[in-house]
């Protein structure tokens, strides 16, 4: 029976782990990777204490400051379950069952997909959600990012650098996102923007070649070998089917993180919480440990 089970391991997972260690707390943290979307984030010009930073890097140094307190990590494990019965919360997990007498969900969002022709059969052929991951494979190409927010903003500032041409399909009439990201990618000559335009299809042999779009009424194909897709992402919650979460299936929260069921906490992207960035998400984990430290204490 561990005092605090953490569920993922992104700046609010990891956070809550180092305030959990810094309170000599017995707890675990259970998390498919290290560093979550942070680590697939390219520069990064707003985190402070840092005039500029990748995602990496700065994951690096999140890891680096958890792995001092030496915390017991379960890596490359899912959560399938978690449940309050009696004084414990168990979490079941692929490989095995934990119990904890309080438990934070940190586990963050996953990349909404397409949903279109060739997005399956294609995925890792050519099609990829990942622009930090898999963009330096596509050195010199043709490629398209799907989508016209802030993560799509984000992918095509690393492909600039790599890839011979970036098309941006975005299916509202201009880009949203922050202003001076928009700025930089609106003024690349690599990139060409295709506002009011849909994915309807992609195509290809073994990898891709190309793909569909619908545009102005008209349907256009677009000779592409690389297609970053960035269309949002969707809150990691699935498993958690006890608590109450809102219509976009995001964790309901109040001020001290807890949820609808007394002993889970949440923090980070899963949650209600208004905007998703990096520091929001590392405070929201520091409050959550303070906060499940508090209610363990007041549980003994």
Not at 70 to 94: P, Q
Not at 119 to 139: M, R, W
Not at 151 to 169: E, G, H
Not at 248 to 269: C, H, L, W
Request: hydrophobic share 40%; with cysteine.
């Amino acid at each position: 029976m561990y005092d605090l089970i953490i569920i993922g391991a992104g700046p609010a997972g990891i956070t809550a782990a180092v305030y959990a260690a810094r309170k000599k707390m017995s707890f675990l943290v259970i998390t498919q990777d290290i560093g979550g979307q942070a680590a697939w984030s390219g520069d990064i010009e707003n985190y402070t204490g840092y005039q500029f930073v990748t995602g990496p890097d700065l994951v690096s140094k999140f890891e680096e400051h958890m792995r001092k307190y030496r915390i017991e990590t379960k890596e490359r494990e899912t959560v399938i379950d978690v449940e309050r019965l009696g004084d414990a919360i168990k979490v079941k997990t692929s490989k095995g069952q934990y119990e904890a007498k309080a438990i934070i969900i940190a586990s963050g969002k996953v990349s909404k997909e397409l949903g279109v022709p060739g997005e399956k059969e294609f995925k890792n052929k050519g099609l990829t959600y990942c622009a930090t991951c898999d963009g330096p494979l596509f050195a010199g190409k043709d490629v398209a990012i799907i989508g016209g927010g802030n993560s799509a903003l984000d992918a095509a500032l690393q492909l600039i650098k790599i890839a011979r041409k970036v098309y941006m399909i975005n299916n509202t009439p201009k880009l949203g996102g922050d202003a001076v990201m928009k700025e930089k990618v609106e003024a690349s000559n690599v990139v060409t923007v295709l506002n009011d335009s849909r994915v309807t299809a992609i195509t290809g042999d073994k990898m891709v070649s190309g793909m569909t779009i619908a545009r102005n009424s008209k349907e256009e194909k677009l000779a592409v070998e690389g297609i970053f897709v960035e269309v949002g992402l969707i809150p990691n919650s699935g498993f958690a089917k006890g608590v109450e979460k809102n219509a976009r299936g995001e964790i309901k929260i109040n001020g001290m993180n807890e949820t609808s069921v007394p002993g889970i906490f949440a923090s980070g992207d899963v949650t209600d919480v208004p905007e998703k960035q990096i520091i929001i998400a590392a405070g929201e984990g520091s409050k959550a440990a303070l906060s499940a430290f508090k209610y363990i204490s007041h549980n003994r």
